[in-house]
């Protein structure tokens, strides 16, 4: 079981000791895709949901989703994140909405899943605005692009 950092030597399930580790800035970004029907993204697109502004709200959904990791993933240290952002790239084409997350801190500790939760609940507070206009929306592509820092250094997606 050594080789599981979340496991110590006697199967137990542990939160990984990152005391001795070097603090470093670090940056992970993460994207997602919420595809619709063209009626749906118009309304999005022209703000005319009646819930309101679905982009900001989701903007905000995700910031609040970065900050509470800690809350929803069990070994996932809180931390102090310095800079969040979600960003949104309609594609009026394909009907979809990308998200794009970055999450930022000085730390002993990565933000990836930071990152992917932000974009998580940003596309799921796309979703809730809009699936009573539209409840066959796919949330899809969910994943890290890149991130840096720490000993493993620069991570980007091919």
């Known amino acids: 079981?050594?080789?599981f950092t979340h496991i110590d030597d006697?199967?137990?399930?542990?939160?990984?000791?990152?005391?001795?580790?070097q603090p470093s800035d670090r940056i992970a970004v993460a994207q997602g895709v919420v595809t619709m029907n063209s009626r749906t993204f118009e309304m999005i697109y022209n703000q005319a949901v009646?819930?309101?502004?679905?982009?900001e709200t989701a903007r905000i959904a995700g910031i609040m989703a970065a900050k509470k990791t800690?809350?929803?993933i069990p070994m996932c240290h809180p931390l102090n994140i310095?800079?969040?952002?979600?960003d949104f790239f309609p594609d009026k084409t394909a009907s979809s909405i990308r998200i794009e997350t970055s999450v930022r801190l000085l730390g002993?500790?990565?933000v990836e899943?930071?990152?992917?939760?932000?974009?998580?609940?940003?596309?799921?507070t796309i979703y809730d605005m809009c699936k009573s206009y539209d409840k066959e929306m796919v949330i899809s592509d969910i994943y890290l692009l890149e991130k840096s820092g720490g000993k493993n250094?620069?991570?980007k997606r091919k």
Not at 82 to 86: A, F, G, K, N
């Open 153 to 155: 250094g620069v991570f």
């Open 10 to 21: 006697k199967g137990h399930v542990r939160m990984v000791d990152v005391t001795d580790k």
């Open 113 to 124: 899943m930071e990152a992917l939760t932000a974009t998580s609940v940003a596309a799921l």
């Open 108 to 110: 002993r500790t990565g």
């Open 82 to 86: 310095t800079h969040i952002s979600v």
């Open 1 to 3: 079981m050594q080789d």
């Open 50 to 55: 009646k819930k309101g502004n679905v982009l």
């Open 70 to 72: 800690y809350e929803l």
